[in-house]
């Protein structure tokens, strides 16, 4: 395949999934320019990887697993130089339903400050739970067994139940 023909299949597979990349960035980044960035750094990475990809996953996985790769590496990079971490985005918490929280601002902002708190790798776990990806699908872009994610959301969702029993 000549390149003109590779850039135009890349161009249409990241057109087709740019809201992966861009909830990914959101929830890892709350400054716009960062949020920027970090979209590139995605993108960039996923170029590099295009004549690897194999049809063995979707498309929508094998970005999803990348775009999280990159966004936990910059995540710990930016960790390590501000000492800090970065809150989820408003965007993300637009698609809780009303199951996770009751649906008025404060609950929503609790649960925002609640999910900004996890581990990186359960961040990004419970991205895809929002999502309202399969525990397959999950456990294909994380690289963990089914097993392994049922059980870390478990443990995520009884993290979350108790901070909010704390709160109420």
Excluded at 107 to 113: D, E, K, P, R, V
């Amino acid at each position: 395949m000549n390149l003109t023909d590779k850039s135009d299949i890349f161009l249409s597979v990241i057109q087709a999934n740019k809201g992966i990349i861009y909830r990914v960035a959101n929830s890892y980044c709350s400054n716009a320019e960062d949020r920027k960035d970090l979209v590139q750094e995605i993108i960039v990475q996923l170029w590099k990887s295009f004549d690897n990809y194999t049809d063995q996953y979707k498309y929508s996985t094998w970005i999803y697993r990348i775009a999280l790769n990159v966004a936990i590496s910059s995540y710990r990079k930016e960790n390590r130089k501000k000492h800090i971490s970065n809150p989820l985005s408003e965007d993300i918490l637009h698609i809780v339903d009303a199951g996770v929280a009751d649906g008025t601002e404060e609950n929503i902002g609790f649960l925002h400050q609640f999910i900004s708190d996890l581990k990186e790798l359960d961040r990004a776990l419970m991205l895809l739970y929002l999502e309202e990806k399969t525990y397959k699908e999950m456990a294909g872009i994380m690289g963990i067994s089914e097993t392994n994610v049922a059980t870390k959301i478990g443990r995520i969702k009884n993290i979350l139940k108790q901070k909010f029993s704390i709160i109420k």
